[in-house]
């Protein structure tokens, strides 16, 4: 059934790209992307370059240090010429990296981004040490000494400005003295050249890096104070304007919670190590960051899959929330990310009750409002298909698309639109437009049953329905209710047809079949057992792709509940823990 979305959603493109082709949020983001455009050439033509130039620091103060894990291992691989990154294996054969024809961008933005160094730094070896060293060598003579291409894309320079600094001990240890010049002298180039283009960047995740590598270079380099000052300044407003009150990020992506920490706990370690301390921003936005990444963690460990999120880096995660001293509940509540969590016993619901970001923000945004995801102890049962962050182009669109979530698709259309004229996607990027404006929420809490009824208006203008789910947890955790209406936007009932699929994705490792009397189970090996039914409907079972497996895109199943708004306005549903496993130790809060 996803598939045959897909064919669906393509054979509308042609509709699609005429409509998104005039739409003003997309000239604004066109307007604008090419403005920095033509910024970025100027700055990296003559007439700016010589401003990068300058004195070059004396010495490194401090290697500010990674909490991304690092394995040994991949030390001996990458030695032997082949590099793994985002996805995609490279085997150099004696060439260097730097000079390949490679067509993934993603694996040239992570070659140039240089986070793979932390791997030669665990190896703790001569040898790692020279193969990190010439290979630094050869990114300087190769691209060091011409503003161009992948490897000045500000973005990247910001996060190989960090790594770099991170894991400077084992790019210098045996280094002469022209090396070590050498290596200060491309870092203050590279700094200078951020720090005049750090302004300009797109909103969003790679813009606060930026920002985030400004002040790791501040405190790393011997630099005048008042460098450091500005540096933090800047980071406090970048703070204050992307961390919401919340703690989520502003593209609304659980992904840069994980992303951001990885770099902003470092960053106030570093200023504690150089005796300097950190802005109330800086350390308010991880106070208010490390709670929200809780927020959205299963019982398993795994975050749900919203917005852009994929798969989990378990050891990530870990080491960041050891930095959370609050151990307390999670919150129930993030009314500026715009998600509500339920959670009784060892049952937890998530479920998206915003609109989208905006449209600079929303690159990896899924048209996913009012979709939910369900773990019962160590495992999920009802999830969403997430994304394949280094798979296919191809499914990129699929994996955003309405039917790929667990909510209500109508009339096999997405709530939003992410199809674009051809050429577009290159220069704006995929943005997603035209999806919900507004996106009603209530908590419920009475007498021990959580819950919210919600609503967007993402098929007000071409359907004229109001998608309404309301959704309770009992309060010992072994039931959830859940009814779906489709109304007008005045609240009257729905005058034209509209095909209706309430949707319910299966997590890859949960077993789901029928009794004997036709009720539906999920279960999996040594979980609980959950039971689905439907008061007037008869559920089906069809076939799912479930993007965000580990090793890559697997098939799964969902449960579809069929129906006409006109004939059936509302959709009462249940699903019924009938068997609750014992197994319980160890178990993350």
């Given at each position: 059934?996803l598939q045959?979305h ?11 790209r005429m ?6 949020q997309?000239?604004d983001?066109a ?5 920095r455009?033509?910024r ?18 004396e010495?490194?103060?401090i ?7 690092a394995?040994p ?6 030695y ?9 294996l ?24 240089f986070?793979w ?21 050869d990114w ?11 490897a000045w894309?500000p ?12 894991h ?14 050498q290596?200060?002298k ?5 700094v ?10 797109p ?7 930026a ?15 008042s460098?450091?000052r500005?540096?933090?300044?800047n980071?406090s407003s970048e ?8 703690g989520?990020?502003s ?7 994980i ?14 190590n150089?005796?300097e ?8 936005a991880v106070?208010?960051?490390l ?7 299963h019982?398993?460990g ?9 798969v ?29 969590r ?60 309405t039917?790929?979530?667990?909510t209500?698709?109508?009339n ?6 992410f199809?674009?004229p051809?050429?577009w996607?290159?220069?704006i ?7 919900p404006?507004?996106v ?6 009475d ?22 789910r309301?959704?309770t947890?009992?309060?010992?955790g ?18 034209q047809?509209a095909?209706?699929?309430l949707r319910?994705h ?9 009794d ?13 057992t ?9 559920p089906v ?9 580990v ?21 009462p ?12 130790s160890?178990?993350?809060?």
């Amino acid at each position: 059934m996803l598939q045959r979305h897909m064919a669906e959603q393509h054979s509308l493109g042609a509709v699609y790209r005429m409509a998104s082709g005039f739409n003003p949020q997309l000239w604004d983001l066109a307007a604008r992307q090419a403005w920095r455009r033509v910024r970025r050439r100027l700055r990296a033509g003559p007439a700016y370059r010589w401003r990068y130039t300058g004195r070059t620091p004396e010495r490194l103060l401090i290697a500010p240090p990674d909490l991304r894990l690092a394995d040994p291992q991949i030390a001996r691989e990458i030695y032997h010429g082949r590099f793994l990154l985002a996805g995609q294996l490279v085997e150099t054969g004696g060439q260097s990296p730097f000079q390949m024809d490679v067509r993934n961008q993603a694996w040239l933005e992570e070659l140039h981004g240089f986070r793979w160094l932390r791997h030669l730094n665990a190896a703790r070896s001569d040898l790692a040490s020279a193969n990190a060293r010439a290979l630094v060598a050869d990114w300087i003579g190769t691209h060091g000494r011409r503003i161009s291409g992948v490897a000045w894309n500000p973005a990247v320079v910001a996060r190989r400005i960090i790594a770099w600094l991170q894991h400077s001990a084992v790019v210098l240890q045996g280094a002469d003295l022209a090396a070590y010049r050498q290596f200060l002298k491309t870092i203050a180039i590279q700094v200078r050249f951020l720090r005049s283009v750090a302004g300009e960047m797109p909103d969003g995740e790679e813009k606060l890096r930026a920002r985030m590598a400004l002040a790791f270079a501040a405190l790393s380099l011997p630099t005048p104070i008042s460098a450091l000052r500005n540096a933090t300044r800047n980071l406090s407003s970048e703070l204050e304007r992307q961390i919401l009150p919340d703690g989520g990020h502003s593209s609304r992506n659980p992904r840069a919670i994980i992303e951001l920490l990885a770099d902003l706990l470092p960053l106030r370690q570093t200023y504690a190590n150089q005796s300097e301390p950190p802005s109330e921003a800086l350390v308010g936005a991880v106070e208010r960051m490390l709670p929200a990444l809780r927020f959205f963690r299963h019982r398993d460990g795994t975050l749900a899959r919203f917005n852009g999120m994929g798969v989990t880096v378990h050891d990530r995660v870990a080491a960041i929330l050891r930095h959370d001293d609050t151990v307390g509940a999670p919150l129930s509540h993030a009314p500026y990310s715009g998600y509500e969590r339920l959670a009784t016993g060892t049952t937890t619901v998530i479920a998206d009750t915003a609109a989208p970001p905006a449209p600079e923000l929303s690159s990896m945004a899924n048209a996913g409002c009012l979709s939910f995801e369900m773990s019962s102890g160590r495992h999920q049962f009802i999830v969403n298909c997430g994304v394949d962050s280094f798979g296919e182009e191809a499914f990129r669109p699929l994996a955003r698309a309405t039917a790929a979530h667990t909510t209500a698709t109508v009339n096999d259309t997405s709530q939003a639109r992410f199809a674009l004229p051809a050429g577009w996607d290159d220069w704006i990027g995929t943005p997603l437009v035209k999806g919900p404006r507004s996106v009603a929420c209530r908590r419920i809490d009475d007498a021990g049953m959580l819950g919210f009824i919600a609503s967007h208006d993402g098929y007000a203008d071409r359907f004229g329905l109001i998608h309404e789910r309301r959704l309770t947890l009992s309060p010992d955790g072994l039931r959830i209710d859940g009814v779906d209406r489709f109304h007008r936007p005045d609240g009257s009932a729905p005058e034209q047809s509209a095909v209706v699929a309430l949707r319910f994705h299966i997590h890859p490792d949960i077993e789901l079949y029928r009794d004997d009397e036709g009720m539906l189970y999920l279960a999996g090996e040594g979980t609980d057992t959950w039971s689905f039914s439907c008061d007037g409907l008869e559920p089906v079972v069809e076939e799912s792709i479930f993007f965000a497996a580990v090793a890559g895109p697997c098939r799964s199943r969902q449960i579809v509940l069929h129906l006409n708004a006109v004939e059936r306005t509302q959709v009462p549903w249940r699903l019924t823990c009938t068997y609750r496993s014992t197994a319980r130790s160890n178990l993350p809060s």
